[in-house]
């Protein structure tokens, strides 16, 4: 019987991993696609004491220093927000496919093993165990297990935990590839929109990620349909990608980008953390930090409860309340900012 599974081998699951082994327990990650390109590069300067507690910075070597943001946001100029400032200095544009795959390699090294599998199943098996069938066609014993499977929360949902989301927020993103050489703005570009917005962002790989965030409309035109129609007549992000001469090399993608929980984080002999716990907005640039956050204090709960700290498991839950419930504030300060459009049905629903 394995001590740890671990659903979900991204940033999260592969941090709580690592930091468990480390602490001597057996640990498996089973992850069906933990490789490839993934959405989700900038990670906010607050998120250095965290990387640095963990000594994690050397993952961030690689990545772009991020500057600030460059913002048409309740304006029609654009604001600037530098990270000059910051008390802890830049930011970081991940390649977030070779992030992701450094924490792995990290959590490997910890003593951590990786499956490659899906979750296709979860019950309890008496008192002592989860039995996790994979699609594989075998199942895997544990005494407890993560839920890191981001925004499905496969194993939460197995196991009776429902989730609820405050709106309806779908991503349209293509990466973009220049035609002239020497772009090197690492800040983000946003631009509010009637329907929505889009963020533009420069990543390590030389390519732009593009991304256009709006609420899904049962019913209407897919947005993937609308996404270039849509990118031609923003101001700033088409310009900027004319000024580089950018060309799609990709088909544009959707993505799950809404805020939402779950009913509740843990239960017995499981626990949920990362987006699998609670999902951002992409607005917030938080996203990462928050998952990163919720492995390193979800895993220290584990370790307590396996101690025998009732106290441990319950006082992680308060914690994701109280980041949520902030995160929450932020978000609508944040959209309450955006009054140009103020008969427009996403920015109605933001109010
Ligand atoms: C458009 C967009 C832009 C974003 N931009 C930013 C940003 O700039 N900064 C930021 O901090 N955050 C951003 N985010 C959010 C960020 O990407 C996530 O918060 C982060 O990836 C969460 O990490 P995680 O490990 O919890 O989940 P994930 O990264 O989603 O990893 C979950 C893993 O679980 C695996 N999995 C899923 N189902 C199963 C199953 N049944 N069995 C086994 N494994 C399974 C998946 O394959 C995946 O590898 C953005 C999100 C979106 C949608």
């Not at 659903?7 to 001597?24: K, M, S």
């Not at 075998?138 to 297990?145: E, H, K, L, P, S």
């Not at 499905?152 to 002239?180: E, K």
């Not at 938080?286 to 956050?293: I, P, R």
Request: glycine share 12%; hydrophobic share 45%; with cysteine.
């Amino acid at each position: 019987m394995m001590d740890v599974v671990v659903i979900g081998a991204g940033p999260a699951g592969a941090l709580a991993a690592g930091l468990l082994a480390r602490a001597g327990l057996a640990v498996t990650m089973i992850d069906p696609r933990p490789e490839g390109f993934r959405i989700g590069e900038g990670l906010p300067p607050a998120a250095r004491p965290l990387l640095h507690a963990l000594g994690l910075l050397p993952l961030v070597r690689d990545a772009l220093p991020g500057n600030g943001t460059l913002s048409a946001w309740g304006s029609d100029d654009l604001g600037v927000y530098d990270h000059i400032g910051e008390p802890y200095g830049h930011g970081w544009i991940l390649d977030r496919a070779r992030f992701d795959a450094g924490l792995r390699r990290w959590a490997c090294e910890g003593g951590a093993v990786l499956r490659i599998a899906r979750l296709v199943g979860a019950a309890h098996r008496g008192d002592e165990a989860l039995e996790l069938r994979l699609d594989d066609g075998t199942c895997v014993i544990a005494a407890f297990a993560i839920d890191a499977s981001g925004r499905p929360a496969a194993l939460a949902n197995r196991l009776g935990a429902t989730r609820t989301h405050v709106d309806a927020l779908v991503a349209t993103y293509a990466r973009f590839r220049a035609g002239v050489p020497g772009e090197f703005d690492t800040r983000i570009l946003v631009e509010a929109a009637a329907y929505g917005w889009w963020y533009t962002v420069r990543v390590p790989t030389g390519e732009r990620v593009v991304a256009l965030l709006r609420d899904h409309e049962p019913g209407a035109c897919s947005a993937r349909a609308e996404f270039v129609q849509l990118l031609v007549r923003t101001r700033f992000i088409a310009a900027t990608l004319a000024a580089g001469d950018y060309l799609p090399i990709e088909a544009p993608r959707g993505a799950d980008a809404r805020t939402g929980r779950l009913s509740h984080v843990f239960g017995d002999r499981w626990i949920a953390v990362g987006d699998a716990a609670f999902s951002v907005d992409p607005l917030s640039s938080q996203g990462l930090a928050d998952a990163l956050l919720t492995a390193d204090a979800g895993a220290k709960a584990i370790v307590a409860a396996r101690g025998g700290d009732p106290r441990g498991l319950p006082a992680y839950a308060e914690r994701v309340e109280r980041l949520y419930e902030r995160y929450l504030e932020h978000r609508l300060a944040t959209y309450a900012r955006e009054r140009r459009w103020p008969d427009e049905p996403f920015w109605l629903r933001r109010l």
